[in-house]
């Protein structure tokens, strides 16, 4: 059994002193003040003196060593010791070989795939504890905010696809139905006859939207009158 330690760096490597002091002052209020999280970059020590990390390169694997506790691109903050692993050295080794097939520099991105998420599938292995949430706190958070506005933005294609869609059906059920009524009621129809049928009582919204070319009415007006109980019914 070995220990296996995390080692944290506030990222300091942004080639701006202002800017690195500040990721500094946010690290302290967000980390040390509030225990949320900050800006970190990690490594993990196990079997040995040298720390192993991910990082960006254009060719090659972007796994890489260096002395613990020594990165020179960061500012050391603090070790935590993740638990012990009970792989053999030799194993280790094998696994660090395949993370660095697995891993190469050119699929570095700060959101989805830095050198925490490296950390955490290289602790995995060993069989230890995962990185504590505020370590990639902040990355963990943009990258569900960005998950959240692509899925968003998707949906939002979806349901304008479908309400586009549903009303064209709509329009020509509607439309149909118009025709259908109009035909039936024509004197020129098929059958010849004006034979009443029920007709579909369209507001006015309709009628305007859907002018389907319905010919005025050629029949006239009809006039009721009851004179001595009878239903008379007079023709103009």
């Known amino acids: 059994m070995t220990e296996v330690i995390l080692h944290v760096y506030d990222i300091t490597n942004t080639g701006s002193e202002n800017t690195n002091n500040t990721i500094v002052q946010i690290n302290r209020i967000f980390k040390d003040g509030i225990g949320v999280g900050g800006i970190f970059h990690s490594?993990?020590?196990?079997?040995?003196?040298d720390?192993?990390?991910?990082?960006?390169?254009?060719q090659g694997t972007g796994v890489f060593s260096c002395p613990a506790k020594k990165n020179p691109m960061y500012t050391y903050r603090e070790c935590i010791v993740l638990g012990e692993t009970s792989l053999s050295k030799s194993k280790v080794n094998q696994i660090l070989r395949e993370l660095s097939r697995e891993w190469p520099g050119n699929c570095y991105d700060l959101l989805s795939k830095n050198c925490n998420h490296f950390c955490n599938e290289f602790c995995e292995s060993l069989g230890v504890p995962k990185l504590p949430g505020w370590v990639n706190r902040f990355a963990n958070a943009g990258d569900t905010a960005v998950e959240i506005a692509e899925t968003t933005a998707m949906k939002f294609r979806q349901a304008k696809t479908?309400?586009?869609t549903a009303s064209k059906v709509a329009y020509r059920f509607l439309a149909g139905?118009?025709?259908?009524?109009?035909?039936?009621?024509?004197?020129?129809?098929?059958g010849g006859t004006n034979r009443s049928s029920p007709r579909l009582q369209q507001p006015a919204w309709f009628k305007n939207l859907v002018?389907?070319?319905a010919r005025p009415s050629t029949s006239t007006t009809t006039q009721s009158?009851?004179?001595n109980g009878d239903d008379r019914v007079q023709k103009s």
Do not use: H, K, M, R
């Open 51 to 58: 720390e192993w990390s991910f990082g960006f390169c254009e």
């Open 225 to 227: 009158t009851l004179e």
């Open 211 to 213: 002018a389907a070319g």
């Open 177 to 190: 139905i118009t025709s259908n009524n109009t035909t039936q009621g024509s004197p020129d129809s098929p």
């Open 162 to 164: 479908e309400i586009v």
């Open 43 to 49: 490594a993990v020590q196990v079997y040995g003196e």
